[in-house]
């Protein structure tokens, strides 16, 4: 992304990321656990998140980036079980 930022000169661009996050992963090994090969048992999960990646954009340019957002920026929420592991709740 900083090339990209370098190469055209603003941060003022609409961008689609896609979640990888794995608890496990520490901060300082985040790097290393992007570059490394996908786990073969998370492949559909990066497929699915794919998908909803495209979604989101073919939103953005039927519906405009600000109604894209609105529609797709949302947290899925966790059960009563994902929630009583969180120290935030």
Known sequence: MESVIEEIGTTMFPRVRIGVKDETVQKYQSVDYLLAPLAE???????AAAGKAAEAVRDALYLGWHKAMSLHNKREKKTGEERSGDENG
């Open 41 to 47: 048992e998370r492949y559909n999960e990066l497929l």
